[in-house]
């Protein structure tokens, strides 16, 4: 069944933190959201929807193994940044960026999305339930620059109706473009 398909409430990860340090578990609670990787086709897809170029610093939010920002680097030449709360992730996520010869132009950090500075970003991709994109909309509209990028895999972001759709291996892909502040609708 994929992520598209459930509707239902968080998931409680217990001992997900068991053996970090006070300072690693600080802020970090359970996952909202199952690791499910994106296959190498959707990867691709959703960086081409970006337009991803080399001046681009793309964000990863729920990175899971670093796939989307490695290939950004590697095939797209841009920065990139991974965002997940389960720090086992975040490990495998240098472990392949390391492996892929891509480790000095990322950087991944065991944050909590919702608390996470993404100003920096050019592209947002995520993979994530909707009500998460729901609950992520507000910060995505207030923290990034008009013309930044934002690509979901699977979920829209309800009434923000996305600029283009496009439909690969049976899921959507969908772009937003944040635009100037007079113009946004939270």
């Not at 495998?92 to 950087?107: D, L």
């Not at 991944?108 to 995520?126: C, H, N, Y």
């Amino acid at each position: 069944m994929k992520r598209r398909d459930l509707l239902i409430a968080p998931i409680v990860v217990p001992a997900v933190f068991e053996g970090l340090s006070g300072q690693d578990k600080q802020g970090l609670r359970a996952p909202d959201v199952r690791y499910e990787p994106s296959t190498e086709i959707i990867t691709l897809a959703m960086l081409k929807l970006a337009r991803v170029t080399s001046k681009d610093v793309v964000y990863d939010l729920g990175c899971g193994d670093g796939r989307i920002v490695i290939r950004a680097v590697k095939e797209f030449g841009a920065r990139g940044v991974g965002i997940d709360i389960d720090p086992d992730r975040i490990s495998e996520s240098r472990k392949n960026a390391a492996k892929a010869g891509v480790k000095s132009r990322i950087e991944f950090r065991a944050e909590d999305l919702f608390e996470a500075d993404i100003s920096k970003a050019t592209v947002v991709m995520l993979y994530l339930w909707p009500w998460v994109n729901l609950k992520l909309r507000p910060k995505l509209l207030k923290e990034l620059k008009p013309g930044t990028r934002v690509v979901s895999h699977s979920h829209d972001m309800g009434d923000w109706a996305p600029e283009k759709t496009i439909e690969i291996e049976g899921d959507e892909i969908h772009l937003w473009t944040i635009p100037k502040p007079e113009n946004r609708k939270e």
